[in-house]
């Protein structure tokens, strides 16, 4: 099994590679949906969040309101932390057992953790390589106000709550740039994708010799 890293900054297109790299034959697991399902109603880290945050996070039926909870915790850099102290434990313990899972039971398969928070959480770790999504900053910015309806200000407050992407590109082993158009990031994705395919084959035949 071979797993490949995909992070990026936020809107800089993770989840459009991850969304090529499926039609490519990979199996995608996306720590934004694994972190949802970690904070449902019950799950110990909802109930860890309402200790902490409070009743003013939930929705009438008990789920996490996420507009009120990601207002406060993107414009208070420790509400932010104790947040990720909740949350990423939980989401890296479903990330090992899944990757378990496939090991045992798809050890062919090439796997794409898609990981906004790869490098600050230490998910990397995980990761046989890394890959990072590029945007430059004006594109990524102007493709976060449009998809999320939001102010320059909250965009940029989004931003600043993660690594440099400049920092994430210099510790990947391949950057796709995302800047341009679509085809062109279909093009690179799909270059690398059957470059570490072939790695990954020429490493196993060696072992086999
Ligand atoms: C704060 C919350 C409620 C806001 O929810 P919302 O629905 O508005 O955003 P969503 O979860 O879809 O995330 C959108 C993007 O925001 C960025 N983001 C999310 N969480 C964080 C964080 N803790 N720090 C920095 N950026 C983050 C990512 O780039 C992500 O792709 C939510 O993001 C959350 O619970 N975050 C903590 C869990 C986490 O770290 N998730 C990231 C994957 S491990
Ligand atoms: N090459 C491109 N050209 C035009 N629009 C694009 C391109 N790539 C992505 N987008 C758009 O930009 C937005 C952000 O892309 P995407 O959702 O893939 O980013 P992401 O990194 O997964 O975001 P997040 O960090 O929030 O999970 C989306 O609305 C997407 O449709």
Known sequence: MRVIGLTGGIASGKSTVS???KS?????????????????????AWQDIVKEFG?????EDMTINREVLGKLVFSDQSLLAKL??????????????????????????????????????????????????????????ERLMERE???????WQRIRA???LEEKARRADRVINN???LDETVEQTTRFFYETISAHDDKI?????
């Not at 490519?24 to 904070?39: H, M, P, Q, W």
């Not at 009743?55 to 929705?59: A, D, I, M, W």
């Not at 035949?205 to 010799?209: A, D, H, M, Y």
């Open 149 to 155: 309806g939001f102010t320059p200000e909250e965009a």
């Open 55 to 59: 009743q003013q996070v939930l929705n």
């Open 179 to 181: 800047s341009g158009t």
């Open 19 to 21: 969304y090529i790299l």
């Open 24 to 44: 490519l034959g990979a199996v995608i697991i996306d720590a934004d949906k694994v972190a949802r399902k970690v904070v449902e109603p019950g799950q110990p």
């Open 205 to 209: 035949k060696e072992k086999k010799r």
């Open 84 to 141: 990720n102290r909740i949350t990423h434990p939980r989401v890296i313990e479903y990330f090992r057992e899944e990757l378990a899972r496939m090991a045992r039971e798809n050890p062919e398969a090439v796997v794409v953790l898609d990981v906004p928070l790869l490098f600050e959480s230490g998910m990397y770790r995980l990761a046989d390589e890394i890959w990072v999504v590029w945007a430059d900053e004006k594109v990524q910015l």
């Open 162 to 164: 993660q690594m440099p």
